[in-house]
């Protein structure tokens, strides 16, 4: 009997930050895989953009991930066009900048307030659209991006005057998204839902690596590779965990990062 590895057919997913460096790729990815894709973003131009680039199977939906109302309208909104969900990827983040001296009170409110409470309560509203009443059908499946700098931390040795340094408040987000994911596999798991997450490596933009050459070469000769990874092979892992063929994977956090935290 043939099969079709990592099909995602006729699913239903959700995007979050779909209009960034991996939130692109990953759209790309899973629409190519046969999924319908619901685009979400701050900035309603880039995701028409990229809808208009990928096609009939997405649909772009601008909102803020820490408005509770704009939330609330917009799972409605999935709610009354698609009936449910067969995945959500939490990709959102708050890009900002900062160091162990200059970094604020008000810089952990805000970069928590969108990659840990946003990403909660996101979830936790698209919970019923994840549910599966039929305990026979597969599993819905929740992957939340995490980092590396979840996992370890940065090293400062390689940013040098680059300007590219890690603030204190991204890594302990991004920890304690890992930690979310793990709460969520042990707490929705009987609904029908599993819950990853990935911890992407370096994976810069090309023009951040060719402006910053001496940053570019210390990122690759810190990883076991010798590389820095590209969005493509974040989109994926997040493919793999959003298929069946992913099906007892549960509770995990997946390194994508060229062996980065493995030394």
């Not at 970094?103 to 946003?118: I, L, R």
């Not at 936790?124 to 659209?129: F, K, R, T």
């Not at 596999?185 to 023009?207: K, M, Q, W």
Request: aromatic share 8%.
């Amino acid at each position: 009997m043939s099969k079709t590895f990592f099909n995602l057919k006729d699913k239903v997913v959700l995007v979050t930050g779909a209009g960034g460096h991996l939130g692109s790729s990953i759209s790309r990815r899973l629409v190519e895989a046969g999924a319908f894709v619901y685009l979400n973003g701050r900035t309603e131009e880039t995701l028409d953009t990229l809808a208009e680039d990928l096609g009939a199977q997405c649909t772009p939906l601008p909102f803020d991930i820490s408005d509770q109302e704009a939330v609330q309208e917009s799972i409605k909104i999935i709610k009354d066009k698609s009936g449910r969900l067969d995945g959500l990827v939490n990709n959102a983040y708050l890009p900002m900048g900062g160091s162990v001296d200059e970094a604020s009170h008000e810089d952990f409110q805000n970069c928590f307030s969108v990659n840990v409470a946003g990403l909660f309560y996101l979830t936790q509203q698209c919970l019923p659209l994840l549910e599966r009443k039929d305990k026979n059908a597969d599993y819905a499946s929740i992957v939340n991006i995490a980092s590396m700098y979840g996992m370890v931390s940065p090293d400062p040795s390689i940013y040098g005057d680059s300007g590219m340094n890690n603030p204190p408040f991204y890594g302990a987000s991004k920890a304690a998204i890992i930690q979310l994911s793990r709460y969520f596999a042990g707490h929705v798991t009987e609904r029908g839902i599993r819950t990853n997450s990935i911890s992407p490596g370096a994976c810069p933009p090309e023009d951040i690596a060719s402006k910053n050459p001496d940053f570019h070469e210390q990122l690759c000769c810190k990883n076991p590779m010798k590389r820095i990874g590209q969005p493509e092979e974040v989109a994926a892992a997040v493919h793999f965990l959003l298929s069946s063929d992913s099906s007892y994977i549960n509770g995990v956090n997946l390194p994508v990062d060229g062996g980065w935290t493995a030394w």
